[in-house]
């Protein structure tokens, strides 16, 4: 067994064919480890950018790469993905987070009017199984990989850090801290069906029409966790920030408290979170709190 640990780098470009921006990939970056993750091999080229001819700035100041560089030793993405497709083999493809699969099958479907990546067989999105090994379960702040890093001991340049060979070997020295290839192999998955792709595909989004036909409204309820009783809603629900957010009353507790709800429609169905803060006094509410006990 082996493993191809892939970064990228792209570009925010507009189409004016498409009539849309495209994550523009300038740069692939790769190792190759054997089944104990020692390097056997590494894949770096640059890409000569089709669709938009200049870099913005931010991409510049991340990567230090210039318009001259691309111009110069760049070749053509689907050069590109020949090369990276003899390059992988039958190894399992693994990437920080599905952010650099989403650009890839954008780039290719760009080229080809085709979704299915040549060299992706087996995948593994190492940033799940990073947050699982470090028991992470928080989905609303996904671990980034210098996080991650820094959490594992794991030391890394920021000057460094934003060119894809270089990040690829920072993942891998990610998973060597965690790695245990049982464990890993729960994380890979076949990528050939096209159930994987409709799930890479799919526009996960907050939902905010309370009429929508994805909300349950039977969910639309809070409960005090001082006393786990069921609040009364005093309000009525307004959408802010992507969520519905409502007046809450504890009566049991005589507490008043801000309920916040989000619906986020993902692949796998409806994701449903909710929190409640106190709301703090008024004067006028102090004032009358104190008068009552004294």
């Known amino acids: 067994m082996s493993y191809v640990i892939l970064d990228l780098e792209w570009n925010g470009s507009y189409s004016k064919s498409h009539h849309k921006f495209v994550n523009e ?3 692939f970056g790769a190792v190759k480890t054997d089944d104990k993750l020692n390097i056997t091999d590494s894949f770096s080229t640059l890409i000569l950018p089709k669709i938009g001819k200049k870099l913005c700035s931010k991409v510049k100041e991340l990567t230090k790469l210039t318009n001259e560089e691309l111009q110069e030793n760049g070749i053509d993405f689907m050069q590109a993905v020949e090369d990276f497709t003899e ?5 399992i493809l693994i990437t920080w987070s599905t952010s650099d699969i989403h650009a890839l ?8 009017n085709d979704y299915h990546l040549p060299f992706l067989t087996k995948y593994c999105n190492l940033q799940e199984y990073c947050e699982s090994a470090l ?3 928080d989905a609303s702040a996904q671990l980034g ?3 991650c890093a820094e959490m594992l001991g ?3 340049s920021e000057e460094e850090h934003h060119r894809a060979v270089v990040d690829a070997q920072l993942t891998l020295k990610c998973l060597k801290k965690v790695y245990s290839e049982n464990s890993l192999n729960k994380f890979i998955i076949n990528a050939e069906p096209d159930s994987f792709y409709d799930k890479m595909m799919f526009k996960t989004r907050f939902i905010t029409d309370i009429n929508s036909p994805d909300i349950d409204k039977k969910q639309m309820f809070m409960i005090c966790e001082n006393c786990g009783k069921k609040c009364t809603r005093k309000s009525e629900w307004k959408v802010h920030n992507k969520a519905f957010t409502a007046d809450f009353e504890c ?8 309920g916040r709800m989000t619906f986020k429609k993902k692949y796998e169905g409806i994701v449903i979170k909710k929190k409640l803060n106190e709301k703090k006094k ?13």
Do not use: P, R, W
């Open 87 to 91: 390059f992988v083999g039958d190894s």
């Open 105 to 112: 099958i954008e780039n290719y479907t760009y080229y080809t």
């Open 154 to 156: 794991v030391n890394f």
């Open 135 to 137: 028991d992470i379960h």
């Open 251 to 258: 009566k049991k507790c005589q507490k008043k408290y801000i």
């Open 145 to 147: 990989l210098s996080a």
């Open 25 to 27: 990939i300038i740069e």
């Open 282 to 294: 008024t004067d006028d509410e102090k004032s009358k709190s104190e008068n009552m006990e004294t």
